[in-house]
């Protein structure tokens, strides 16, 4: 059995896969449709929300990350 912390990590990276894609849709499209700008400020929300739990699981604290780090502190990180 996989580590729930590796196993929590794992589904967060997936989501940070998918929200990358929909932001990089979001910000190649040249007119915004009417309510674009609030689900891509959702997704920024929840990219910092993804941030503040990998810092809590992983116990490391970096105030210098960006939110668009993809792991916080991790020198093999790769910004979205």
Known sequence: MQNPVRERIAKLRAEIAQISEENRV???????????????????????????????????NCENNSALEFSPCDENSKAL
């Open 26 to 60: 979001y910000m190649a499209g040249g007119k915004k449709i009417p309510g674009s700008a609030g689900d891509h400020e959702r997704r920024l929300q929840r990219l910092q929300e993804i941030r503040d739990e990998l810092m809590a699981l992983t116990g490391k």
